[in-house]
């Protein structure tokens, strides 16, 4: 079956600006998250999302970032004033169960801020 | 809190030489542990994963085994390929929430013929 889906797979963004990044989950799995991954590092938890609710955002870095789930499927991570140090690859991933179910990552998306 | 570290790379090794990566971890209770693995140009996928002590995950010839007395959880494969080239991410699943996964910094591993 089809994985989890990320679009745009590259966005290069004008320092300022507004950018939406999307996610489409693998259908049927409740739970989604969202993490940053900078170059050399692991991915960082920004937010999960448990249907159509953010259950936990403690990892969102500011209020500049914001995510959205509205029917429990497709999620939109939303980045407001966006500076360079927002640029990193931002990876979506869906489990089937909340709780120690195994991640399914999408490809992710290389955000550049220039 | 909860963490994971990762022993740094880059790893290189010929064909067919044995490859273990460290990884211990810190955490509250009993985590589930897993190894991810990136290959190039792809997304992060499950490697094999370990929920209570002393469980061995295994996949594609790749063992690592829950230790809570060291907590760690160190990945091995006897003879690796060139095809096992590839970037490794250990992670830790906390049982009280589960929903945050704690990865280390990755490990790059280049397998040379």
């Known amino acids: 079956g089809a994985g989890v889906s990320q679009t745009p797979s590259n966005k290069v963004t004008e320092k300022g600006k507004y950018v939406e990044l999307r996610c489409d989950p693998i259908s049927g799995h409740t739970a989604l998250y969202w993490y940053r991954q900078s170059l050399g590092q692991g991915p960082e938890f920004l937010i999960y999302f448990q249907g159509t609710g953010a259950a936990d955002d403690s990892g969102l870095p500011n209020d500049r970032f914001f995510a959205v789930r509205p029917e429990g499927s497709v999620s939109t991570l939303k980045i407001q004033r966006t500076e360079r140090g927002d640029s990193a690859v931002y990876l979506c991933?869906?489990?089937?169960?909340?709780?120690?179910?195994?991640?399914?990552f999408g490809n992710g998306t290389r955000l550049t801020v220039t | 809190g909860d963490s994971v570290t990762q022993m740094e790379g880059p790893v290189t090794l010929s064909e067919e030489a044995f490859l273990t990566i460290n990884c211990t971890y810190t955490?509250?209770?009993?985590?589930?542990l897993f190894w991810y693995v990136q290959y190039p140009g792809e997304g992060l996928q499950l490697l094999l994963k370990?929920?209570?002590?002393?469980d061995k995950g295994s996949n594609k010839g790749f063992e690592a085994t829950y230790r809570k007395e060291t907590t760690s959880f160190h990945l091995e494969k006897g003879s690796v390929q060139v095809s096992d080239s590839a970037v490794y991410f250990c992670?830790?699943?906390?049982?009280?929430?589960?929903?945050?996964?704690?990865f280390g910094t990755g490990t790059s591993l280049t397998v040379i013929p």
């Open positions: 991933a869906s489990s089937l169960f909340p709780t120690n179910s195994p991640l399914h």
């Open positions: 992670a830790l699943s906390p049982t009280n929430t589960g929903n945050q996964f704690y």
């Open positions: 370990a929920t209570k002590a002393d």
């Open positions: 955490a509250t209770g009993y985590p589930s």
